[in-house]
């Protein structure tokens, strides 16, 4: 996000979700098969309305509602390539991948 700021956009909000991804050297079942589901679905149209609705509000010079860009290290530029050309994963998730075991990583609601 920040970069989006640099180019003079105002971001007003961010979430994430999961989704089904495919990764040539990653065995399947991939922890993200069967996303978006029919909860993540749900959830993207409450966010989007709460865009518009934030958007509109902003518009009409509540400029308190934008947020702040929360920075944490998971967050920062990583030294450990990506699997995808030009993007940068979580260490987390790198570590993830690394591993042989494969633990299965809990869902966050």
């Given at each position: 996000m920040p970069a989006m700021k640099q180019q003079g956009l105002t971001v007003i909000g961010w979430n994430d979700w999961f989704a089904c991804v495919y990764f040539p050297l990653i065995p399947k079942p991939y922890?993200?098969?069967g996303h978006p589901d029919e909860i993540d679905l749900?959830?993207?149209v409450g966010f989007?309305?709460?865009?518009v609705e934030r958007s509109r509000r902003i518009y009409q010079g509540?400029?308190?509602l934008v947020p702040e860009f929360p920075?944490?290290?998971s967050?920062?530029?990583s030294t450990t390539p990506s699997l995808c050309?030009?993007?940068m994963m979580p260490v987390k998730l790198m570590k993830y991948l690394g591993d042989s075991s494969q633990p299965s990583l809990p869902r966050s609601r």
């Open positions: 922890f993200t098969d749900k959830e993207a989007g309305k709460e865009m509540e400029k308190r920075i944490d290290r967050m920062q530029k050309k030009g993007a």
